[in-house]
């Protein structure tokens, strides 16, 4: 079986999680050799998922752990 | 037993903490204060709304912390707290809301990826630039809330599909089915943007 692209674009988010069937990655694996265009959609998309997931995309708001740790120390007195 | 208090883990703390020593709930918090604030202002869009969510589901963690049992990680246990109390405030807000947590059904057809011909990787450095800390927010923010919180779940807050799938209370193949979406919603929408935003500086400067 010979897949097209529209169906690769299907199985992206499966191969980055590596959880395909041994026949489906393999058909994907022989088509990215081939297709620049699924290789970039797969690399871009890759990339993508790496750059959201570091720390420094959201900032926390200054004094936002002083206020928060104020906060726990009134209900820690609380109920003292 | 050897008491040795630079190995004490979690799961000790926490049994400390329940114990009553209560002050070791803050050193137990702090490593996942920017998760969770992070986890709550991408589904609310907005800092005070945020900060405020986040404190109440660090408090809520605290009065409930006799209740966490340790099969769970206590960060998968503190997220799911987190976005609860995310998705009640937004149904405060009906303002915001339900029509972004409900937008798009499980039946939309698929996405369909930007076509590149080629990709070169942004490298982390980029995210020093504001402009691009602030791209990836807006495509975020742009994403339906189902899709921002699968995607929030999973491959920001890094919880397991079926640890996703029981935060959210739908099924694995429903976890796996958003994910697909909401990945390939943010190819669609960040990969134009970041590949524009390579040639501005030079990220190798002895090439």
């Known amino acids: 079986m010979v897949i097209d692209c529209k169906h690769v674009w299907e199985y992206i988010s499966g191969y980055l999680d590596n959880n395909l069937e041994a026949s489906e990655r393999n058909e994907v694996q022989k088509h990215l050799e081939h297709c620049e265009i699924c290789s970039a959609i797969l690399d871009s998309t890759r990339n993508i998922l790496i750059l959201t997931a570091d720390e420094r995309v959201f900032e926390l708001p200054l004094g936002f752990s002083e206020r928060l740790h ?7 007195q609380r109920i003292a | 037993m050897v008491d040795n208090p630079q190995v ?12 009553g020593e209560t002050h070791l ?9 920017r998760s969770v604030y992070g986890m709550v202002f991408s589904l609310l869009q907005n800092e005070a709304d945020a900060e405020d969510a986040a404190q109440e589901a660090f408090l809520k963690a605290f009065r409930n912390l006799s209740k966490f049992r340790a099969e769970s990680k206590f960060s998968t246990w503190l997220i799911s707290i987190a976005l609860n109390e995310a998705r009640s405030k ?6 915001m809301k339900i029509e972004s947590l409900d937008a798009g059904s499980e039946e939309d057809g698929h996405v369909s990826p930007a076509i590149l011909r080629d990709w070169r990787e942004v490298p982390y450095e980029a995210l020093e630039r504001k402009e691009v800390r602030q791209m990836i927010q807006l495509a975020l923010a742009d994403l339906p809330g189902i899709y921002r919180e699968i995607f929030l779940l999973r491959d920001v807050e890094e919880l397991s599909v079926n640890e996703s799938a029981e935060a959210l209370g739908i099924s694995v193949a429903s976890v796996k089915v958003r994910l697909h979406r909401a990945r390939m919603m943010l190819q669609k929408t ?14 190798f400067p002895w090439l």
């Open chain 2, 190 to 203: 960040l990969a134009p943007q970041l590949k524009q935003v390579n040639p501005k500086r030079r990220w």
């Open chain 2, 90 to 95: 937004l149904r405060q807000k009906k303002a």
């Open chain 2, 8 to 19: 004490v883990d979690e799961a000790q703390i926490i049994s400390a903490i329940v114990r």
């Open chain 1, 70 to 76: 104020a906060r726990l120390d009134e209900e820690m």
């Open chain 2, 25 to 33: 709930f803050h050193d137990l918090i702090r490593p996942h204060e």
